[in-house]
């Protein structure tokens, strides 16, 4: 067997197909505690007006990470989220019949020729500028119902929504303004040139939609989580897959949680050899919920720092948010909060009292009451507590977070020292929160 070259930085440039395939040789390598620097093509819209792609993203290719074995964790320490893109296009979306079969994002086709998955070449700008390069026609599956183009200003932070003159004039130079990674093969999404909102202003505060582990049987990126992954239950193309299949192999790296930005820490299951830690779908802003469907998705830069957690086995994402980012009930007790608890409890002659930080876990499921549920069973498993005992602290110490809709959310909650000692995280807690 070929030795692996495991580096201290690795620079990815490279993308899937739109499968995470865990049978396929990754081509990066990286060091125990190394660094992983991407350049990240924009998600969701652009694959999903390119039939090429088996998946609704386009994700940087896995890295392997050093020492990473079944049954591991990884600790994914979020360093940088960097947009590129001058600008980019979204909108809330309509499926386009006859021009896919069973599931738009994974199987398109041409409804004129019939081409499965057929390549495409862009004409002009607007609704019908991708078409099927075998025929001719009007290609995409997808359409934008109400959408807009919107322009950054990195230097300060804002968005703004342009009009239809200012769209059309980014369409004609897609990837120029989207910045488009060389070795990504989707079409820009500005060059449907969507101008429903003009003149709204947006505050840019860019995260990483999709940051994950290779999951370990092949996906569709866009449909590692519990809720996308519906889709992929007896699905009529090769990726289809039983409930229980999606439920054992998924690892919840698409997650469009807007707490994985820089700062945060993420840690990810390891269910194949060397972890395949890949990112991708960076977005420029994003509320909870990711109401219209679809965000501000853009190219950037993505800088990781890795670090393996032996013996640690987690079933889904577990997220050290940043402070500012915590529910007020689950924030770490400043010292003066402490000692008012100290002295309350001894004032009743008490001696036992907690130390604790907090913990975000992330659930997935068909709707969200399902990933809820999916997110208090795994902290309750994980945790070794009781269901109840999680319900309860969920409650006073934490709280319910909806990432998107249909069903991906935060289990956010204050965690006793001595569990997070006996789960060997408390060395990793202490060095976000102390």
Not at 162 to 177: C, H, K, L
Not at 229 to 253: C, F, S, V, W
Request: proline share 7%; charged share 20%; with cysteine.
């Amino acid at each position: 067997m070929e030795e692996k070259n495991f580096k201290p930085v690795v620079y990815v440039d490279k993308f899937t197909d739109g499968i995470l395939d865990p049978n396929k040789e990754m081509e990066y390598f990286v060091k125990d505690e190394g660094y992983i620097i991407a350049n990240t093509a924009p998600g969701c819209w652009g694959p999903m007006i390119t039939p090429k792609l088996k998946g609704g993203h386009e994700v940087a290719k896995p890295v392997y990470v050093e020492g990473a074995e079944v049954g591991d964790s990884v600790a994914i320490y979020v360093k940088g989220v960097q947009v590129t893109s001058l600008a980019t296009a979204s909108g809330h979306d309509v499926v386009m019949e006859g021009r896919y079969e069973g599931d738009p994002f994974v199987l398109k086709k041409c409804p004129n020729c019939g081409t499965v998955r057929p390549d495409t070449r862009i004409e002009g700008t607007g609704p019908d500028a991708v078409r099927c390069a075998v025929c001719g026609a009007d290609v995409s599956p997808f359409r934008i119902e109400n959408g807009y183009t919107i322009v950054f200003d990195h230097q300060k932070g804002i968005g703004i929504t342009v009009s239809e003159e200012i769209a059309d004039q980014i369409g004609q130079d897609p990837r120029y303004y989207m910045q488009t990674p060389a070795n990504s093969v989707q079409n820009p999404v500005v060059v449907m040139a969507p101008h429903d909102l003009v003149g709204t202003v947006a505050r840019m505060r860019p995260f990483l939609g999709q940051l994950g582990s290779t999951p370990s049987i092949p996906f569709p990126d866009s449909h590692n989580a519990g809720d996308f992954g519906q889709l992929l239950i007896n699905a009529p193309h090769e990726y289809g897959m039983t409930k229980e299949q999606l439920d054992e192999h998924r690892t919840d790296g698409h997650m469009d949680i807007k707490m994985v930005r820089p700062g945060a820490v993420v840690i990810v299951p390891v269910k194949v050899k060397g972890a395949g830690i890949y990112v991708g779908d960076m977005h420029a802003m994003q509320g909870n919920g990711e109401i219209a469907g679809h965000t501000t998705d853009v190219a950037g830069i993505a800088t990781l720092q890795v670090k393996v957690l032996k013996g640690v086995t987690i079933k889904g994402p577990i997220i050290l948010p940043n402070v500012e980012d915590l529910p007020d009930v689950a924030k770490p007790f400043s010292d003066e909060e402490m000692d008012a608890a100290y002295g309350l409890i001894q004032a009743w002659g008490q001696q036992q009292i907690e130390e604790s930080y907090p913990l975000s876990f992330v659930g997935t499921g068909a709707t969200i009451n399902d990933a809820t549920e999916n997110g208090l069973r795994r902290a309750s498993e994980f945790l070794g507590i009781p269901y109840g005992e999680v319900l309860n602290r969920a409650t006073i110490t934490g709280e319910i977070g909806i990432g998107r809709l249909p069903g991906v959310v935060t289990v956010t909650m204050l965690v006793p020292e001595e569990i997070l000692e006996r789960k060997d995280l408390i060395t990793l807690v202490e060095e976000k929160y102390r």
